[in-house]
Protein backbone atom coordinates (compact mmCIF):
# COMPACT_ATOMS: atom_id res chain seq x y z
CA UNK A 1 0.00 0.00 0.00
CA UNK A 2 2.68 2.42 0.85
CA UNK A 3 4.81 1.87 -2.02
CA UNK A 4 1.60 2.77 -4.59
CA UNK A 5 1.21 5.84 -2.83
CA UNK A 6 5.00 6.40 -3.59
CA UNK A 7 4.86 5.99 -6.82
CA UNK A 8 1.53 7.56 -7.39
CA UNK A 9 3.21 10.43 -6.14
CA UNK A 10 6.32 9.59 -8.50
CA UNK A 11 3.93 9.61 -11.61
CA UNK A 12 1.84 12.44 -10.09
CA UNK A 13 5.33 14.85 -10.06
CA UNK A 14 6.38 13.87 -13.72
CA UNK A 15 3.10 14.69 -15.19
CA UNK A 16 3.84 17.96 -13.32
CA UNK A 17 7.05 18.93 -15.34
CA UNK A 18 8.73 18.13 -12.13
CA UNK A 19 12.68 16.66 -13.52
CA UNK A 20 12.73 12.85 -12.69
CA UNK A 21 15.83 13.23 -10.08
CA UNK A 22 13.72 15.35 -8.24
CA UNK A 23 10.61 13.32 -8.33
CA UNK A 24 12.51 10.49 -7.42
CA UNK A 25 13.94 11.95 -4.10
CA UNK A 26 11.01 13.67 -3.26
CA UNK A 27 9.06 10.18 -3.73
CA UNK A 28 11.50 8.58 -2.06
CA UNK A 29 11.80 10.86 1.03
CA UNK A 30 7.72 10.75 1.27
CA UNK A 31 8.61 7.16 2.04
CA UNK A 32 10.78 7.65 5.08
CA UNK A 33 8.70 10.59 6.59
CA UNK A 34 5.72 8.58 6.21
CA UNK A 35 6.40 5.10 6.70
CA UNK A 36 9.78 4.09 8.54
CA UNK A 37 11.17 5.60 11.76
CA UNK A 38 14.62 5.75 9.55
CA UNK A 39 16.30 9.11 9.90
CA UNK A 40 15.87 11.77 7.29
CA UNK A 41 20.02 11.68 6.92
CA UNK A 42 20.03 8.67 4.42
CA UNK A 43 18.75 10.18 1.55
CA UNK A 44 22.05 11.73 1.65
CA UNK A 45 23.93 8.92 2.31
CA UNK A 46 22.32 6.98 -0.32
CA UNK A 47 22.89 10.10 -3.11
CA UNK A 48 26.06 10.27 -2.46
CA UNK A 49 26.72 6.37 -2.59
CA UNK A 50 24.53 5.95 -6.27
CA UNK A 51 27.78 7.94 -7.70
CA UNK A 52 30.44 6.98 -5.49
CA UNK A 53 31.66 4.42 -8.28
CA UNK A 54 34.95 4.56 -9.94
CA UNK A 55 33.23 2.38 -12.87
CA UNK A 56 30.39 4.93 -13.57
CA UNK A 57 33.68 8.05 -13.92
CA UNK A 58 33.28 6.26 -17.65
CA UNK A 59 29.90 7.96 -18.32
CA UNK A 60 30.75 11.98 -17.41
CA UNK A 61 33.93 11.11 -19.92
CA UNK A 62 31.84 9.41 -22.61
CA UNK A 63 29.50 12.26 -22.60
CA UNK A 64 32.59 14.90 -22.75
CA UNK A 65 34.27 12.59 -25.41
CA UNK A 66 31.12 13.10 -27.29
CA UNK A 67 31.00 16.64 -27.12
CA UNK A 68 34.33 16.75 -28.21
CA UNK A 69 33.74 14.81 -31.77
CA UNK A 70 30.39 16.88 -32.38
CA UNK A 71 32.70 20.08 -32.38
CA UNK A 72 36.05 18.82 -33.72
CA UNK A 73 34.52 18.02 -37.40
CA UNK A 74 34.44 14.20 -36.73
CA UNK A 75 30.71 13.84 -37.93
CA UNK A 76 31.46 15.63 -41.00
CA UNK A 77 34.35 13.57 -41.88
CA UNK A 78 32.05 10.12 -41.04
CA UNK A 79 28.95 11.65 -43.45
CA UNK A 80 31.68 12.39 -46.20
CA UNK A 81 32.56 8.74 -45.78
CA UNK A 82 29.02 7.22 -45.67
CA UNK A 83 27.76 9.05 -48.58
CA UNK A 84 31.10 7.89 -50.82
CA UNK A 85 30.51 4.23 -49.58
CA UNK A 86 26.73 3.75 -50.15
CA UNK A 87 25.16 7.28 -51.68
CA UNK A 88 24.49 5.79 -54.83
CA UNK A 89 21.98 3.00 -53.53
CA UNK A 90 18.20 3.45 -53.66
CA UNK A 91 17.18 5.83 -51.13
CA UNK A 92 21.28 6.82 -50.90
CA UNK A 93 20.86 9.80 -48.33
CA UNK A 94 18.38 7.98 -45.97
CA UNK A 95 21.45 5.00 -46.07
CA UNK A 96 23.87 7.16 -45.54
CA UNK A 97 21.98 8.68 -42.13
CA UNK A 98 21.57 5.13 -40.45
CA UNK A 99 25.24 4.09 -41.81
CA UNK A 100 26.83 7.73 -40.33
CA UNK A 101 24.80 6.97 -37.24
CA UNK A 102 26.70 3.88 -36.64
CA UNK A 103 29.52 4.68 -37.22
CA UNK A 104 29.07 7.84 -35.09
CA UNK A 105 27.29 5.58 -32.37
CA UNK A 106 30.80 3.78 -32.12
CA UNK A 107 32.67 6.89 -30.31
CA UNK A 108 29.36 8.73 -28.64
CA UNK A 109 27.10 6.19 -26.68
CA UNK A 110 24.59 8.18 -26.06
CA UNK A 111 21.51 8.90 -28.81
CA UNK A 112 20.64 12.72 -28.71
CA UNK A 113 24.13 12.95 -29.70
CA UNK A 114 24.46 10.64 -32.31
CA UNK A 115 21.22 12.63 -33.61
CA UNK A 116 22.06 16.00 -33.34
CA UNK A 117 25.69 15.96 -34.63
CA UNK A 118 24.68 13.24 -37.86
CA UNK A 119 21.32 14.72 -37.91
CA UNK A 120 22.73 18.64 -38.41
CA UNK A 121 24.31 17.62 -41.68
CA UNK A 122 21.85 14.95 -42.94
CA UNK A 123 18.81 16.29 -42.75
CA UNK A 124 18.93 19.71 -44.50
CA UNK A 125 21.11 17.91 -47.32
CA UNK A 126 17.91 14.96 -47.64
CA UNK A 127 15.79 17.96 -47.82
CA UNK A 128 17.80 19.73 -50.30
CA UNK A 129 17.55 16.39 -52.43
CA UNK A 130 14.09 16.38 -52.09
CA UNK A 131 12.97 14.04 -49.55
CA UNK A 132 9.65 15.06 -47.37
CA UNK A 133 11.25 16.95 -44.33
CA UNK A 134 9.06 15.07 -42.01
CA UNK A 135 10.79 11.77 -43.18
CA UNK A 136 13.94 12.65 -42.86
CA UNK A 137 13.71 14.03 -39.31
CA UNK A 138 11.97 10.43 -38.76
CA UNK A 139 15.08 8.86 -40.58
CA UNK A 140 17.53 10.81 -37.93
CA UNK A 141 15.21 10.20 -35.04
CA UNK A 142 15.25 6.40 -35.47
CA UNK A 143 19.32 6.34 -36.85
CA UNK A 144 19.62 7.40 -33.61
CA UNK A 145 18.56 5.00 -31.48
CA UNK A 146 22.14 3.33 -32.06
CA UNK A 147 24.23 5.49 -29.90
CA UNK A 148 23.57 3.53 -26.41
CA UNK A 149 23.42 0.25 -28.35
CA UNK A 150 26.78 0.03 -30.52
CA UNK A 151 29.96 0.65 -27.87
CA UNK A 152 30.85 2.94 -25.79
CA UNK A 153 27.30 2.87 -24.87
CA UNK A 154 26.57 4.34 -21.58
CA UNK A 155 23.12 2.64 -20.88
CA UNK A 156 25.21 -0.48 -20.88
CA UNK A 157 28.04 1.12 -18.35
CA UNK A 158 24.52 2.00 -16.19
CA UNK A 159 22.97 -1.31 -16.98
CA UNK A 160 26.23 -3.55 -15.80
CA UNK A 161 26.80 -0.83 -12.79
CA UNK A 162 22.89 -2.17 -11.53
CA UNK A 163 23.54 -5.79 -12.15
CA UNK A 164 26.97 -6.66 -11.65
CA UNK A 165 27.90 -7.90 -14.87
CA UNK A 166 31.02 -7.23 -16.77
CA UNK A 167 31.13 -3.68 -17.91
CA UNK A 168 33.90 -4.95 -21.02
CA UNK A 169 31.27 -7.98 -21.87
CA UNK A 170 28.40 -5.38 -21.87
CA UNK A 171 30.33 -3.15 -24.22
CA UNK A 172 31.75 -6.21 -26.39
CA UNK A 173 27.95 -7.44 -26.45
CA UNK A 174 26.37 -4.45 -27.93
CA UNK A 175 28.45 -4.59 -31.66
CA UNK A 176 26.37 -7.85 -33.66
CA UNK A 177 22.84 -6.55 -31.71
CA UNK A 178 23.60 -3.12 -33.31
CA UNK A 179 24.69 -4.52 -36.86
CA UNK A 180 21.62 -6.72 -37.28
CA UNK A 181 19.46 -3.97 -36.04
CA UNK A 182 20.90 -1.76 -38.47
CA UNK A 183 20.22 -4.46 -41.30
CA UNK A 184 16.87 -4.39 -40.53
CA UNK A 185 16.23 -0.86 -40.48
CA UNK A 186 18.21 -0.48 -43.53
CA UNK A 187 16.53 -2.69 -45.59
CA UNK A 188 13.05 -1.41 -44.50
CA UNK A 189 14.97 2.57 -45.42
CA UNK A 190 15.61 1.23 -48.41
CA UNK A 191 11.87 0.20 -49.45
CA UNK A 192 10.45 2.98 -48.37
CA UNK A 193 12.57 5.31 -50.40
CA UNK A 194 12.03 3.21 -53.52
CA UNK A 195 8.62 3.45 -53.23
CA UNK A 196 8.31 7.01 -52.60
CA UNK A 197 10.97 7.65 -55.61
CA UNK A 198 14.11 8.76 -53.18
CA UNK A 199 16.91 7.73 -55.43
CA UNK A 200 20.66 7.76 -54.73
CA UNK A 201 23.55 10.22 -56.35
CA UNK A 202 23.78 9.74 -60.01
CA UNK A 203 27.40 8.74 -60.14
CA UNK A 204 28.67 6.03 -58.36
CA UNK A 205 32.34 6.98 -55.94
CA UNK A 206 34.94 5.11 -57.40
CA UNK A 207 37.48 3.18 -55.27
CA UNK A 208 40.45 5.79 -55.12
CA UNK A 209 37.37 8.43 -53.91
CA UNK A 210 36.24 6.34 -51.55
CA UNK A 211 39.88 5.51 -50.07
CA UNK A 212 40.71 9.21 -49.78
CA UNK A 213 37.46 9.77 -47.78
CA UNK A 214 38.38 6.65 -45.91
CA UNK A 215 41.71 7.93 -44.98
CA UNK A 216 40.53 11.32 -44.16
CA UNK A 217 38.20 9.52 -41.35
CA UNK A 218 40.27 7.13 -39.98
CA UNK A 219 41.44 9.23 -37.42
CA UNK A 220 37.60 9.09 -36.31
CA UNK A 221 37.37 5.29 -36.30
CA UNK A 222 40.53 4.44 -34.17
CA UNK A 223 38.41 5.86 -31.35
CA UNK A 224 36.47 2.57 -30.25
CA UNK A 225 39.16 0.68 -31.34
CA UNK A 226 41.40 2.24 -28.77
CA UNK A 227 38.23 1.53 -26.31
CA UNK A 228 37.34 -1.81 -27.03
CA UNK A 229 41.13 -3.23 -27.89
CA UNK A 230 42.68 -1.66 -24.69
CA UNK A 231 39.71 -3.09 -22.07
CA UNK A 232 40.15 -6.56 -23.87
CA UNK A 233 43.76 -6.63 -24.42
CA UNK A 234 44.15 -5.75 -20.11
CA UNK A 235 46.15 -2.04 -20.74
CA UNK A 236 43.66 -0.24 -19.08
CA UNK A 237 39.75 -0.77 -17.30
CA UNK A 238 36.50 0.51 -19.46
CA UNK A 239 36.46 4.30 -17.18
CA UNK A 240 40.47 4.43 -18.31
CA UNK A 241 39.50 3.94 -21.61
CA UNK A 242 36.74 6.53 -21.72
CA UNK A 243 39.35 9.06 -20.09
CA UNK A 244 41.92 8.01 -22.82
CA UNK A 245 39.23 8.44 -25.73
CA UNK A 246 38.39 11.78 -24.69
CA UNK A 247 42.30 12.85 -24.65
CA UNK A 248 42.41 11.14 -27.95
CA UNK A 249 39.60 12.47 -29.43
CA UNK A 250 40.46 16.51 -27.84
CA UNK A 251 43.57 15.85 -29.99
CA UNK A 252 42.74 14.74 -33.05
CA UNK A 253 39.51 17.48 -32.79
CA UNK A 254 42.39 20.21 -32.44
CA UNK A 255 45.72 18.92 -34.31
CA UNK A 256 44.10 16.54 -37.07
CA UNK A 257 40.72 17.69 -38.03
CA UNK A 258 41.29 21.46 -36.42
CA UNK A 259 37.36 21.94 -35.59
CA UNK A 260 38.02 23.91 -32.58
CA UNK A 261 40.80 25.73 -30.96
CA UNK A 262 42.37 25.63 -27.70
CA UNK A 263 40.62 28.79 -26.55
CA UNK A 264 37.30 26.53 -27.56
CA UNK A 265 38.29 24.00 -25.36
CA UNK A 266 36.19 25.02 -22.06
CA UNK A 267 33.07 26.11 -23.99
CA UNK A 268 33.09 22.49 -25.53
CA UNK A 269 34.35 20.57 -22.54
CA UNK A 270 31.24 22.39 -20.49
CA UNK A 271 28.57 21.60 -22.91
CA UNK A 272 29.46 17.84 -22.32
CA UNK A 273 29.46 18.26 -18.50
CA UNK A 274 26.23 19.66 -18.47
CA UNK A 275 24.77 16.59 -19.86
CA UNK A 276 26.75 14.78 -17.92
CA UNK A 277 25.54 16.25 -14.54
CA UNK A 278 22.28 15.99 -15.46
CA UNK A 279 22.56 12.06 -16.01
CA UNK A 280 24.85 11.63 -12.98
CA UNK A 281 21.73 13.43 -10.86
CA UNK A 282 19.15 11.11 -11.94
CA UNK A 283 21.96 8.14 -11.25
CA UNK A 284 22.25 9.68 -7.51
CA UNK A 285 18.42 9.78 -7.06
CA UNK A 286 17.88 6.38 -8.00
CA UNK A 287 20.12 5.01 -5.35
CA UNK A 288 17.79 6.06 -2.75
CA UNK A 289 14.59 5.23 -5.10
CA UNK A 290 16.19 2.04 -5.45
CA UNK A 291 16.47 1.51 -1.76
CA UNK A 292 13.20 2.54 -1.13
CA UNK A 293 12.21 -0.26 -3.06
CA UNK A 294 14.58 -2.70 -1.73
CA UNK A 295 13.64 -1.97 1.75
CA UNK A 296 9.98 -2.91 0.83
CA UNK A 297 11.33 -6.25 -0.99
CA UNK A 298 9.77 -5.11 -4.72
CA UNK A 299 12.42 -6.69 -6.33
CA UNK A 300 12.13 -10.30 -4.85
CA UNK A 301 8.20 -9.65 -4.83
CA UNK A 302 8.38 -9.30 -8.52
CA UNK A 303 11.01 -12.44 -9.06
CA UNK A 304 8.60 -14.60 -6.87
CA UNK A 305 5.61 -13.74 -8.59
CA UNK A 306 6.97 -14.16 -11.97
CA UNK A 307 8.47 -17.38 -10.94
CA UNK A 308 5.29 -19.01 -9.57
CA UNK A 309 3.20 -18.11 -12.17
CA UNK A 310 4.97 -18.15 -15.43
CA UNK A 311 7.10 -21.02 -16.61
CA UNK A 312 8.28 -19.66 -19.40
CA UNK A 313 11.63 -17.74 -19.24
CA UNK A 314 10.55 -16.10 -22.62
CA UNK A 315 7.31 -14.97 -21.11
CA UNK A 316 8.91 -13.59 -18.73
CA UNK A 317 11.38 -11.77 -21.96
CA UNK A 318 8.37 -10.92 -23.57
CA UNK A 319 7.10 -9.41 -20.90
CA UNK A 320 10.04 -7.30 -19.64
CA UNK A 321 10.13 -5.99 -23.11
CA UNK A 322 6.75 -4.84 -23.15
CA UNK A 323 7.10 -3.49 -19.51
CA UNK A 324 9.87 -1.52 -21.07
CA UNK A 325 8.56 -0.01 -24.50
CA UNK A 326 5.63 2.09 -22.55
CA UNK A 327 7.90 3.02 -20.05
CA UNK A 328 9.64 4.47 -22.69
CA UNK A 329 6.95 6.10 -23.96
CA UNK A 330 7.06 8.42 -20.99
CA UNK A 331 10.48 8.33 -19.63
CA UNK A 332 14.06 9.05 -20.70
CA UNK A 333 15.92 5.51 -21.26
CA UNK A 334 18.95 6.37 -18.47
CA UNK A 335 16.25 7.05 -15.38
CA UNK A 336 14.23 3.62 -16.86
CA UNK A 337 17.52 1.40 -16.83
CA UNK A 338 18.08 2.35 -13.04
CA UNK A 339 14.88 2.01 -12.12
CA UNK A 340 14.07 -1.25 -13.91
CA UNK A 341 17.37 -3.26 -13.83
CA UNK A 342 17.71 -3.74 -9.92
CA UNK A 343 13.38 -5.15 -10.42
CA UNK A 344 14.33 -7.27 -12.97
CA UNK A 345 18.16 -8.66 -12.81
CA UNK A 346 17.00 -11.07 -9.54
CA UNK A 347 14.28 -12.28 -11.56
CA UNK A 348 16.21 -12.90 -14.24
CA UNK A 349 18.98 -14.58 -12.39
CA UNK A 350 16.31 -16.84 -11.00
CA UNK A 351 15.22 -18.02 -14.29
CA UNK A 352 19.13 -18.70 -15.13
CA UNK A 353 19.36 -16.42 -17.78
CA UNK A 354 22.56 -15.02 -19.29
CA UNK A 355 22.74 -11.36 -17.72
CA UNK A 356 24.66 -10.10 -21.00
CA UNK A 357 21.92 -11.15 -22.85
CA UNK A 358 19.33 -9.55 -20.47
CA UNK A 359 21.02 -6.26 -20.91
CA UNK A 360 21.16 -6.30 -24.45
CA UNK A 361 17.46 -6.71 -24.59
CA UNK A 362 16.80 -4.26 -22.28
CA UNK A 363 19.47 -1.52 -23.59
CA UNK A 364 17.48 -2.84 -26.90
CA UNK A 365 14.04 -1.83 -25.67
CA UNK A 366 14.94 1.73 -23.89
CA UNK A 367 16.60 2.52 -27.15
CA UNK A 368 13.58 2.04 -28.62
CA UNK A 369 11.50 4.41 -26.29
CA UNK A 370 13.89 7.55 -27.50
CA UNK A 371 11.41 7.40 -30.64
CA UNK A 372 8.30 6.72 -28.89
CA UNK A 373 6.16 9.45 -28.69
CA UNK A 374 5.08 11.50 -26.31
CA UNK A 375 8.40 11.57 -24.97
CA UNK A 376 10.73 10.22 -27.09
CA UNK A 377 14.12 12.65 -27.17
CA UNK A 378 15.26 11.22 -30.76
CA UNK A 379 12.15 12.89 -32.04
CA UNK A 380 12.36 16.50 -30.29
CA UNK A 381 16.06 16.22 -31.00
CA UNK A 382 15.56 15.86 -34.51
CA UNK A 383 12.58 18.24 -34.85
CA UNK A 384 14.54 21.09 -33.77
CA UNK A 385 17.71 20.21 -36.04
CA UNK A 386 15.73 19.72 -38.88
CA UNK A 387 13.14 22.55 -38.23
CA UNK A 388 10.07 20.26 -38.90
CA UNK A 389 7.50 20.15 -35.95
CA UNK A 390 6.88 16.91 -34.63
CA UNK A 391 3.07 16.58 -35.66
CA UNK A 392 4.94 16.17 -38.88
CA UNK A 393 7.68 13.57 -38.01
CA UNK A 394 5.67 11.04 -35.97
CA UNK A 395 3.59 9.89 -39.21
CA UNK A 396 6.73 8.36 -41.01
CA UNK A 397 8.21 6.99 -37.78
CA UNK A 398 5.30 3.85 -37.09
CA UNK A 399 7.02 2.08 -40.54
CA UNK A 400 10.63 2.18 -38.92
CA UNK A 401 9.55 1.49 -35.13
CA UNK A 402 7.98 -1.57 -36.79
CA UNK A 403 11.44 -2.47 -38.40
CA UNK A 404 13.04 -1.80 -35.32
CA UNK A 405 10.74 -4.03 -33.09
CA UNK A 406 11.65 -6.66 -35.76
CA UNK A 407 15.19 -6.20 -35.10
CA UNK A 408 14.48 -6.95 -31.09
CA UNK A 409 12.36 -10.19 -31.60
CA UNK A 410 15.72 -11.46 -33.87
CA UNK A 411 17.41 -10.47 -30.79
CA UNK A 412 15.41 -11.85 -28.49
CA UNK A 413 14.96 -15.44 -29.98
CA UNK A 414 18.43 -15.82 -30.75
CA UNK A 415 20.53 -14.76 -27.60
CA UNK A 416 23.80 -16.26 -29.15
CA UNK A 417 23.44 -12.51 -31.11
CA UNK A 418 24.60 -10.70 -28.16
CA UNK A 419 26.37 -13.38 -26.04
CA UNK A 420 28.79 -14.86 -28.66
CA UNK A 421 30.90 -12.31 -28.83
CA UNK A 422 31.94 -11.61 -25.08
CA UNK A 423 32.35 -15.77 -25.12
CA UNK A 424 34.91 -15.74 -27.66
CA UNK A 425 36.84 -12.85 -26.51
CA UNK A 426 37.45 -14.36 -23.05
Given amino acids: MEMMLVMAVFFALLFLGVPIAYGLIASSMLYIVAFSKVPMIIVAQQ ?101 PIIPPSILMVLYAVASGASVGDMLMAGILPGLVLGAVLLTAQVILCIRKGYHGTPTRASFGEIARSFYSSVWAMIAPLIILGGIYSGVFTPTEASAVC ?58 AWFVSNVDSPLVFMLAVVLILLIAGCFIDAVPNMLIFAPIFVPTAMEYHINLVYFGVIMVVALCIGLVTPPVGINLFVASNVGGEGIHRIIPHVWVLLGASLTGLLILLFFPVISTILPAVLR
Fill in 47 to 147: ILKGVDSFTLLAVPFFIIAGSLMQSGGISQKIVDFAKKLVGHLPGGLAVVTTLASMIFAAMTGAGAATTAAVGGIMIPEMKKEGYDGGFACALQAVAGIFG
Fill in 246 to 303: CFYCLIIGVFVYKGFRFREIPRVVYAGVTSAASIMLIVAATQIFGWVLTRVSIPQQVA
